[in-house]
């Protein structure tokens, strides 16, 4: 028997513009719904968006004026005379701000890279499974957990010339004749303090980069196991490229805080014997002579410092994101 054609059936025009009748007026329903949504975040975002601007946003604005006006309380008689860029232009000219910058970066880049190495071996650590693992996590946490200033005094302490433990350690060692002050030398006031920074901070890398090493499945080690692949190239080809974004979030967040880094130098030399930072610097012009206008425009640098570190690190993140 022949084959039976399907009938095809012709519907009327009016249905098919009763349908993009009806789609078009679903598409409007959730266009306007997507606008309240975004009206309603928007209004109880409000609140705390004033509050910020207001905490915020006002010393930053006052902060940028002043940068621009000569106001040093030391001569109140001068007035606030605008003086343009006059200001950024001393920071420039100024010589100690620059052994400052000097010294920030050199601090920055010694510590960011013993606590990322000292971080990243922890996280490794950490990621294995063995008895305890929750404990000791909760444990290396108790040294960020500290505020800087107390643990800045501590470590102070333990250098300390006459009773520290730093001394009697190496003492007892054999390392050294007899005890040392620490902190009364450049080199001496350089190791401290990065010894003390790296000790405080690089659980904080460690937490970081254990966030990103857990996304490692481990049917990827598995397989490569079973491929033949050592541990390097298991680590090279398998830990890094997953764990590069932690990495770079890591080094992001630390960079641009330890290039700010104030308190612990504050606290353990006051910025004695070639440790100044830029920070500091800025807080003393501001605070012990009374230059308002200058120490607003040294703070002003550094802000924009740190916005471009931000920006470079966050081209580099941008990038790996893309490629991913």
Known sequence: MPKEVPRQVYLPRYFYKDDRIRCGAMKKKKLQSQKKEVRTAWIMMAPALIVLGLMQGYP????????????NLKRPQSGFPLVGLANYAKVFTDSRAGVN?????????VTVLLELLIGFIAALIMNRAFKGRGIVRAAILVPWAIPTSVSA??????????????NDILYRLGIIKEYKAWLSTSSGSFMALVITDVWKTAPYMA???LAGLQMIDDGLYESAKLDGANVIQRFTKITLPVARQSLLVALLFRTMDAFRVFDLINVMTGGANGTESIAMYSYKQLMTFLDFGYGSALAIMIFLLVFIIGLIYMFFL???????
Do not use: C, P
Not at 101 to 109: D, G, H, Q
Not at 153 to 166: S, T
Not at 318 to 324: E, G, H, K, Y
């Open 318 to 324: 941008r990038n790996d994101l893309a490629a991913d």
């Open 207 to 209: 937490l970081l980069i």
């Open 60 to 71: 930053i604005v006052r902060t940028f004026w002043l940068s621009f006006h000569e106001m």
């Open 101 to 109: 910058i000097l010294f920030t970066l050199k601090f920055t880049v």
């Open 153 to 166: 005094m501590m470590w102070k302490f333990i250098y300390n010339d006459q009773y520290g433990m730093f």
